[in-house]
């Protein structure tokens, strides 16, 4: 788990990679929620909130473009 203040002190590139770490690992559980019973229902929560405090951060510097997005228009 990273916290706000570790996520502050890293480049834009490296907060897009946890967030793209944290939305992987969160399909994997929502997939393995549906197909068994989850050992820690409590780690979908912590990455979600993970999810969050990088598009906080990368909204409030300005940077925000989704991890699957990258350098493609997303709008037309």
């Not at 770490?21 to 929620?33: G, I, K, N, Y």
């Not at 068994?36 to 906080?56: D, F, G, N, V, Y």
Request: with cysteine.
């Amino acid at each position: 788990m990273t916290k706000t203040s570790e996520l502050r002190d890293m480049a834009d590139e490296q907060i897009r990679l946890v967030w793209k770490d944290a939305a992987e690992t969160l399909f994997r559980l929502r997939v393995q929620a549906q197909t068994e019973k989850l050992a820690a229902p409590s780690e979908m929560r912590k990455h979600r909130k993970t999810i969050a405090r990088c598009q906080t951060i990368l909204n409030q510097r300005g940077s925000l473009v989704p991890p699957a997005a990258g350098a493609g228009g997303a709008g037309a």
